[in-house]
């Protein structure tokens, strides 16, 4: 009986070669180091991603969650002028304003209709320039909605990490629907 002859590619280094098993997967001693070396460092960065998952606190959830919830705000309101001042706005030029801050309102932290885009100085230099904001804010978003972002201000919300988490994802995807023009 003759035995068929396969030829396989190498994972390690792409060449091809005849394997002596069915389960042999590289070519040499020398790419099964490099092979053995790869899948380790993997192995490591997986079980470190895992690691250091388990040690973040709700705190470093919530600052992650403020950085893809800017990001969304910032892809939302591109092209629009400031809210407080109307000056039009660069890339570079551009905060994510909250008119009631996280400091005295952190359940409207992530409330699309009290954040916006604000010039550098109008939220950094004149502390949101909150009497043009308010101003100009219900032009925005209209009264009614104005009316419920003050009476939500007196709503507790308590986040948990599994919602904090939730809140990542939704605005990944939202901001990605943005940017693929889906939105």
């Known amino acids: 009986m003759i035995k068929k002859v396969y030829q396989r590619k190498c994972v390690s280094c792409k060449d091809k070669f005849t394997p002596q098993n069915n389960t042999q997967v590289v070519c040499s001693v020398f790419?099964?180091?490099?092979?053995?070396?790869?899948?380790?460092?993997?192995?490591?960065?997986k079980e470190k991603k895992v690691l250091k998952e388990k040690l973040m606190t709700k705190s470093d959830y919530l600052n992650i969650c403020q950085k893809v919830f800017n990001t969304y705000i910032r892809t939302r309101?591109?092209?629009?002028?400031?809210?407080?001042?109307?000056?039009?706005?660069?890339?570079?030029?551009?905060?994510?304003?909250?008119?009631?801050s996280v400091g005295s309102s952190p359940n409207l932290r992530f409330n699309e209709d009290n954040v916006h885009n604000s010039c550098i100085r109008c939220n950094k230099d004149l502390h949101g320039n909150l009497i043009e904001y308010a101003l100009r804010l219900p032009n925005r978003i209209g009264i009614e909605r104005f009316n419920e972002l003050a009476q939500a201000r007196n709503t507790p919300a308590l986040y948990s990490i599994d919602e904090?988490?939730?809140?990542?994802?939704?605005y990944r995807l939202k901001t990605k629907e943005l940017l693929n023009g889906k939105a």
């Open 31 to 45: 790419c099964s180091i490099q092979f053995m070396k790869s899948k380790k460092a993997n192995d490591w960065q």
């Open 77 to 100: 309101d591109k092209g629009k002028p400031c809210v407080s001042c109307d000056k039009f706005l660069k890339d570079n030029d551009v905060n994510a304003s909250h008119f009631y």
């Open 164 to 170: 904090v988490k939730e809140l990542i994802a939704i």
